[in-house]
Structures are given as C-alpha cells and as structure tokens.
C-alpha cells in the first residue's frame, strides 16, 4: 500500500529553477531538488544543458565497438590491474550486492576525466564520448552547488564541498565515471536491484524502457523520461556526506519484451569527487540518525571508500588491499595506463 506522505511519481523539475543563467543555484529551486533526493532518490530535470544530441551519436559508434566482440575487445581494450574504470569490461564481471552474488551480464565501456583509452577500429568513438562527458561534467557541478546549498545554507563548507570537483584555478579534478551500457536483448533482468556508489548520477533516456525506482515505503515506481530530460539520482557518496539525510535509492532494469536481436543500451555519468582528497560527512549533516548511513565512517579517503565498494563486488582481486590499489590508481594517474 502506498504511503501518503510520499511521492506517487517521479518529481520533474525544470533546469532553470535549479540553476540560473550564471550557473549558480536558485534557493527555491536548490531545496525543492534537494528534498526531491531525500524523499526518493531520483529527479527528472527538463531541459537541461547536457548535450542531448550527441546521444544518438554516442548510441550509434556504441553498438559498432561492441560488434567488434567480446574477445578482441577484452584483448586490446580491457585493464584489470585498475577495475576496469577504463576500457572494456567483459560480460560476468561485476556483482552486485543485492544480487545474490551472482554476476552481471552486460558489457561496458569506461571512461573518465583523464587516461581514456581509443579504439583504433572507431575513431570518432572516443572523441564522441568524451565531448558528452564534458557536458555532464559541467551540469553535474552546477547540481553539486545546488546541493551544497541545500545542505549548508549558511556555506560554511561550499568551498570544500565544490573543492572536491574543482581545483582553486576552477580545472577538473573529479574522478568521475562513464559507462556505454550494453544488455542482452533476451535477460528477463537486465539489471538487479542496487544503488550508485557516488555522488549523483546523471542518466539520459536508454534505447529501451525499463528502469524502475523503489520508494523509501518499498514500492516501485517505472520511470519514462521525455526526449530531452535527464534523470538523476543520489548515489552512496551523497548519502555518506549527508550524514544518510538524502539516501542512495534503489534502482533496477526489467526487461518486459525479452528480444535477443534487441540489446539495450544506456549511458549513465557517474559523478564522483577527487578520490585522492578525503570525503566526510558535513558539519550541518553530523547530528543525523546513522542508521540511515551506507558507510559507518565520518571521514574516509576517496580512493578507499571506492575500493571498499569495488572490492565488495568483487571487481577488485581478493589479494588486493585499499593501500596496494590507492598507489596503483594515484601512480596510473600520473603515468597512465598500462602498456598493451
């Protein structure tokens, strides 16, 4: 039975009463935002700025780089060493945690603010993805001032909080994340239930219906944006700095026309802070119930936080520890990717 005192749909909010000509938030549109993310988790923006039309571009040269197969793909695209946050990452990797253990079965290809990896058989492919990248990058630190507004209207912490994503000089230091989603056409699931590890995702209309999101009462709720929205959710690192104010809400894809000749493809940025710099909850957000935390901890590293994540999904090698991959992923950095 549905709660009166939630949402019975999806709020969809304008972009503009969020963020004004100038990039900055409006206070109005900064907390009707902020409490839609506490009560559900997710939001549709109408008309944002993130460049609705490269996304046929970057669905098209998707679906040609997966053709090239799952063996030379793996074989001159893919790198273990860093959790495939860059490349390709083969079908049965990841595991989600509410999934029972068992593994997904789409395929991927990661990129990110640096180190991006070129496939030589497509070479408008990267330069294709990394253009929306950019515009994602771009709305998704606007949404982050939104946020910091809602959060600490005084703006005692606004300066650590954007400090995450951008250096004193105003140049990208986010480790974001994007994904070309590929799913087999004939899963009844395409993907289970679980939560986003980050700070919010930003998410364009799939090539295929079927996401659905659940309430904070349990319900699910199906989500059909329209052609140029985007939806947006809160992830793990959201709820974490929010002292499990605003919760990493629950998501899942189902597949109600099995067809193995129809794949689906999606493309979600995750917006993530500067790994290498410590995440922690903010002062406004510390007196909060910690039941409602996904992590336990007030302060953490980034990089760890992340391996705590990957490694319960077992993408990162049991043997592994947060110390042995926080120097793996600060040396790549700065040196790049390993050598094919």
């Not at 990493?248 to 500067?274: E, G």
């Not at 710099?277 to 007196?287: A, E, F, I, N, W």
């Not at 990089?303 to 120097?327: C, D, R, S």
């Amino acid at each position: 039975m549905s709660s009166p005192d939630l949402p019975t749909s999806i709020p969809r909010i304008p972009f503009d009463s969020i963020i004004d000509s100038n990039g900055e938030p409006i206070e109005a549109g900064a907390h009707r935002f902020g409490e839609a993310l506490r009560t559900i988790g997710f939001v549709v923006l109408a008309d944002p700025p993130y460049r609705s039309d490269l996304l046929e571009e970057n669905y098209s040269l998707a679906r040609d780089v997966f053709r090239l197969g799952d063996d030379h793909l793996a074989k001159h695209y893919a790198y273990p060493e860093i959790g495939y946050q860059r490349g390709y990452m083969p079908t049965r990797v990841e595991r989600g945690f509410l999934c029972g253990g068992d593994p997904d079965e789409k395929e991927v290809m990661c990129f990110g603010s640096y180190h991006n990896v070129p496939v030589a058989e497509y070479q408008d492919y990267l330069p294709t993805a990394e253009a929306y990248y950019a515009a994602c990058q771009r709305v998704g630190y606007s949404l982050v001032k939104a946020l910091s507004l809602y959060l600490d209207p005084d703006g005692n912490e606004r300066d650590y909080m954007l400090g995450l994503f951008v250096d004193r000089e105003g140049e990208v230091v986010d480790d974001s994340h994007m994904r070309h989603l590929k799913y087999p056409g004939d899963a009844e699931l395409m993907a289970c239930r679980h939560t986003d590890i980050n700070i919010i995702t930003l998410l364009p209309a799939a090539t295929r219906s079927g996401l659905q999101v659940q309430r904070n009462d349990g319900e699910w709720l199906p989500l059909s944006p329209q052609k140029g929205d985007l939806i947006v959710n809160a992830g793990d690192m959201l709820n974490f700095m929010s002292g499990g104010k605003i919760k990493s809400t629950l998501h899942q894809v189902l597949n109600p026309n099995p067809d193995p000749a129809n794949p689906r493809f999606s493309m979600p940025f995750f917006y993530h802070p500067d790994h290498s710099q410590v995440v922690k909850v903010l002062d406004t957000c510390r007196g909060l119930p910690k039941e409602g935390r996904r992590f336990p901890y007030d302060e953490k590293l980034g990089y760890h936080l992340l391996y705590e994540v990957l490694h319960g999904i077992q993408q990162i090698p049991e043997e592994v520890t947060a110390e042995a991959y926080t120097e793996e992923m600060k040396r790549w950095r700065v040196e790049g990717l390993p050598e094919r």
